[in-house]
Structures are given as C-alpha cells and as structure tokens.
C-alpha cells in the first residue's frame, strides 16, 4: 500500500487530476446510484478551497507590500493592461460570432426572479463601495475588492514597522500557503466527485434543445483561448505562446472547469504561479485581481446572450451600437462576482442599451441558467486560466528585455 501512495505522489498533479476525472465519470455511467456519496468530496474540496482563498490574499499581498523593497519593480500595469485588452477582445469577437451565427432563443414569461443591476452606474458605485466595505465582512463574503483594498493599504501601513513583525506576517503567509498546497493535494478526489455530480445529474442531456446557443458561446470561448490570447502572448513574448497557453489551460483551467468559481481557483493559480518561477510580490496581488476584473468569458457570455434576444426580437443593430455593446460587456464583465453564475445576472445591464425591457432580460438570464452546466464551466476555466497566462506573460516579457532565457516546464 505504502509503494502504491509513493508511485501514486510521484505523478504529476495534472495526471492525478485526469485520473480522478476519468473514476468520476466512470462511476456516474456505471453506477451513479451506488457512488453517489462521491458528491461529498466535490463539496469539501469546492468548500476548502473557498474557505482559504479570502485569508490566503490578505496575507499573501499584506505581506508582499509590507516587505517591498524600493526600487524592485512589478508588472502591476502591463497585467492589468492586459486584463482590459482580452476582456474587451472577447466580448467584440462574440459581438462578431453573434452577427456571423445569429441564435435565436424560446423566451416565456414563468422564470424565477433574480435581482439584477438597473444600470452601469449601479455597477461602478457597487464596485466603489465594494472597496470600503468592512474588511471583517469582507473576508466572510469573499469580497475580493474589499480583501485587496484593506490588504494593501495594511501593507503600505507596516512598511515602516519593525522586522519582527514583518517576519511574523510573512510566516503567517507562509503557514497559509502550505495549508492551500495540502487542500490541492487532495484535487483528483474532488475533481472526482465534482465530474460525478456534474453528469449524474443528467445536465449535458438536458442541454440538446439549446445547442446552437452552447456551439456559439462554448466556440467564441475556445477562439479566445486558442487564438487570440496566444496572439497577445507572442506580440510580447515575440516566441511561440502554446506551451505557455496549454500549461495555464492544463493546470489551472481544468479545476476551474469542474469548481466553476474563479474565486476558488485563486490558490491554484498562485500554487501555478509559483512553480513558473514568477515574482510573489505581483502575482500575490494580480491573481485575486484577475478574479475579479479579468472577465473575458464573462464578457462572450454577455454579448452573446444579449444579441440571441436582439436577434429573437428583431432588433437592427448597427456597427458603431455593436462596438459600444462590446466596451459595455467587457465593464460590466469587470463587475461579474467570481461565482458560478455570476455573469448572468448582468445580462440585463447590457440589454437595456438595446431597449429590451427587463421582464424579457430576465427571461434570457433564465434560459443562461439552463445551459449553465456546461457555459459557466467553461466561462470559468477561460477566465481563471487567463489570469496566470497573463501574469506570466507581463513577466517574461520583461525576462525577454533582459536578455533572459524563458523556459517553460511541461
């Protein structure tokens, strides 16, 4: 048995992943009535890794600022950036898909009400407040806007106090991060009850009626992943991004496939950071960030649930309103939450440029619920794997300047 564990450790945690994955869905085809208490080990690994993310940004960035040395210089600008320039691409590229395949969508009146925002000044000024909210309350809710503000400002805060303290605010960090590599260690059985949850459930048969809408979403996500991020990452890199790309897609975006919350996939992109070899004292801080405002599937999400309803109601929309809805998307994508659904509730921002009234909006959040099984999983895995693309990609383009060698592991 002992041999067993030791062979079982020695393989890499992106095999023991796929070896999960492959049990979980074993299981839900053979015996889905028997291993259903398999579901528990999705649920506690969802929960742990939810659970330790909010402490583990406090830290890590109080930390990172608190022992900042003057003149070590951060990719903070270049990754954000970024963040803007690939949600923004995204949403025009679904804005382009959407003109090339039109969907068109079966709207009734009987969908559950779900309180959504009344427009994007609503959005900024919860943004806004998200900032000052109490950072008790924002360490329990998981706000991560919140957990940053108050964790830079006690950063800059103990810049000036003594070494000791420091010393014992960087062991905590420490503490924290080994507590998150143990909760990753145990990712193939969660992965594993997480899959068996997911086809168990018999999601992906009910998902057949709408499968023009999922080819269109599930397409414009895959060309962003595959086509467009790489593009970005070779203007800086100026070497091929593929082994980059693939690496961020293998080792952060399968979990945040299965977990569908870029929040939870904070500390495995830290863990996936740190194996990169990349500076702590940026990726400690662009990585929470990424959660929160690097929205890129978000940003197709939106656009192209907005335009199936111009196009189901006739609507003419011109190029110039098209470009607009493109910029709208990516903001509003900007004030998605990083939980699993998190987009759809502002569905109805975007559709109010269009004069789409809200009982209609909110119609189409519903028919957004209905193929979330599959869209948000893939709106999360873009989207959390982008965040270490691009942090990467901001510090090697650096690396590249100095005339240093970027290697990457497979």
Known sequence: MSNLMKKWNQLSLVKRI??????????????????????ILGSLFVGALKAIAPILVFFLVMSAISQHKSGHQTNMKSIITLYLIGTFLAGFIAVVASFIFPVSLLLTSGTESVAAPGGITE??????????DNP???????????????????GFALRNAPDTTKTMISNFSDAVSQMVKWVINFAPLGI????????????????????????????????V?????????????????????????????????FTRSSAANIPVNMSLCEKLGLDKDTYSVSIP??????????????????????????IQVDIPTAIILSVLSAVSACGAS????????????????FGISNEVAMQ????????????????TSLNSSTDVLFTAVAEFAKWRKRGREIVINK
Not at 364 to 379: K, T, W, Y
Request: aromatic residues 6%; hydrophobic residues 60%; glycine residues 10%.
């Open 136 to 154: 008790v309350r924002a360490l329990y809710n998981a706000n991560y806007i919140g957990i940053l503000s108050w964790a830079v400002l006690l």
């Open 18 to 39: 796929i070896v999960g994955l492959i049990i979980g869905i074993i299981l839900a085809l053979a015996v889905p009535g028997a291993a259903k208490p398999v579901v």
């Open 225 to 257: 992943a595959l086509v467009i991020n790489p593009i970005i990452a070779f203007i800086m890199l100026r070497k091929n991004p593929y082994p980059l790309v693939f690496k961020c897609l293998r080792e952060s975006g399968i979990t945040a496939f």
């Open 338 to 353: 990083g939980v699993a659904g998190g987009s759809l509730l502002l569905i109805p921002l975007a559709c109010s440029l």
């Open 123 to 132: 959005v900024l000024k919860t943004l806004l407040m998200n900032i000052v």
């Open 364 to 379: 189409v959040v519903g028919v957004g619920f209905i193929v979330g099984v599959l869209q948000d999983s893939f709106e």
């Open 192 to 223: 594993m009850g997480l899959v068996f949850d997911s086809i168990a459930t018999g999601g992906i048969e009910s998902l057949r009626s709408y499968g023009q809408l999922l080819a269109v979403l599930i397409g414009c996500m895959v060309f």
């Open 289 to 314: 960030l990424g959660a929160t405002i690097n929205m890129a599937g978000a940003a197709v999400t939106i656009s192209v649930l907005t335009l199936a309803a111009v196009h189901t109601l006739g």
